[in-house]
């Protein structure tokens, strides 16, 4: 069963969220914002939709390890929106699917060699 009782209640505290609409990028604790806002730059200038996502303790997923592990990596969280997780039945939307390898794609290809995304520059 959900931590939420209500549906609306996870859209209040995370944002609401639906396959086809685009990428799932996460705004959290574990998540460089510099390289967050050169994501999302990317994302406006290719028109690829996206959506956010509010993290307020951990993502759930390998990206805090990432951020926390050593002196701390720059690090990210670009989710592919997908329903039935871990199941037999898992489903995502194709367009979605291309739309994660075509933001990923453009921000490689727009990072400069030894990008520095400290917040003090």
């Known amino acids: 069963m959900s931590r939420h009782s ?36 990317n994302a406006e200038k290719n028109k690829i939709a996206f959506q956010r996502l509010a993290a307020s303790r951990s993502t759930g997923t390998d990206t805090d390890a990432f951020a926390y592990s050593n002196a701390g990596v720059a690090s ?26 075509h933001l990923i794609y453009h921000c490689l290809i727009n990072l400069k060699n030894n990008h520095n995304f400290s917040y003090i520059k």
Do not use: W
């Open 6 to 41: 209500n549906p609306n209640d996870q859209k209040i505290e995370e944002g609401d969220l639906a396959c086809g609409k685009g990428p799932v990028l996460t705004y959290g604790p574990a998540v460089q914002n510099n390289l967050l806002d050169f994501i999302i730059s």
């Open 76 to 101: 990210a969280l670009i989710s592919l929106p997908l329903r039935y997780m871990h199941t037999t039945v898992e489903m995502c939307s194709k367009d979605d699917v291309e739309s994660v390898i």
